[in-house]
T-cell receptor, first 111, second 118 residues
Framework: GENVEQHPSTLSVQEGDSAVIKCTYSDSASNYFPWYKQELGKRPQLIIDIRSNVGEKKDQRIAVTLNKTAKHFSLHITETQPEDSAVYFCAAGGRPDKLIFGTGTRLQVFP | NAGVTQTPKFRVLKTGQSMTLLCAQDMNHEYMYWYRQDPGMGLRLIHYSVGEGTTAKGEVPDGYNVSRLKKQNFLLGLESAAPSQTSVYFC?????????????????FGPGTRLTVL
């Protein structure tokens, strides 16, 4: 079946450095790619998303890039801060029952 | 607006017991979902609903039932709980921006229910 692979599973960076998380999806019909941030004990919250008609989207320190040909998309966080520490999930979908989540990346930002 | 709310927040069951989790949303969303989250496995879709009175199976539906009698509520039932159903359950809702055949719209999550089955 369709799946989404997410790497790395854990990522440690120094405050101020950049962090990159990559996801690969298998369903070529996917056209919606959200990224969620989940702090410990909290709900997943959308931080940015991209649709298949766009190759890149940026929101302040966060950016997402999409390569539909290679079926992969990435989250880029620049100038990381301790409050960026959380688990990040990517997802790929195109219908309500086809939003498939990756297994998550635990990001730790050290001061 | 409260957004998406879930009750209860925590629950401990014994094997074989039954319970119902309630999800409510006040955003007039058409679509609602139930996920389970297990360590290292991300979020997996249990059941979903595309409108009042409709339900459909997701990726891991076995052992669960759902009902959507009112647009704002989506209930998840466990008829005979098993230890394998120990998990954190999240409800979510969304409103499709372009109709049911278009791309998925943003899903908004509830705060979660932590369920332990002994």
């Amino acid at each position: 079946g369709e799946n989404v692979e997410q790497h790395p599973s854990t990522l440690s960076v120094q405050e101020g450095d950049s962090a990159v998380i990559k996801c690969t999806y298998s369903d070529s019909a996917s056209n919606y790619f959200p990224w969620y941030k989940q702090e410990l004990g909290k709900r997943p919250q959308l931080i940015i998303d991209i649709r298949s008609n766009v190759g890149e989207k940026k929101d302040q320190r966060i950016a997402v890039t999409l390569n539909k040909t290679a079926k992969h998309f990435s989250l880029h966080i620049t100038e990381t801060q301790p409050e960026d520490s959380a688990v990040y999930f990517c997802a790929a979908g195109g219908r309500p029952d086809k939003l498939i989540f990756g297994t998550g990346t635990r990001l730790q930002v050290f001061p | 607006n409260a957004g998406v709310t879930q009750t209860p927040k925590f629950r401990v069951l014994k094997t074989g017991q039954s319970m119902t989790l309630l999800c409510a949303q006040d955003m007039n969303h058409e679509y609602m979902y139930w996920y389970r989250q297990d360590p290292g496995m991300g979020l997996r879709l249990i059941h979903y609903s595309v409108g009042e009175g409709t339900t459909a199976k997701g990726e891991v539906p076995d052992g669960y039932n759902v009902s959507r009698l009112k647009k704002q509520n989506f209930l998840l039932g466990l008829e005979s709980a098993a230890p394998s159903q120990t998990s954190v359950y999240f409800c979510a809702s969304s409103y499709p921006s372009g109709g049911r055949s278009s791309s998925t719209d943003t899903q908004y999550f509830g705060p979660g229910t932590r369920l332990t089955v002994l």
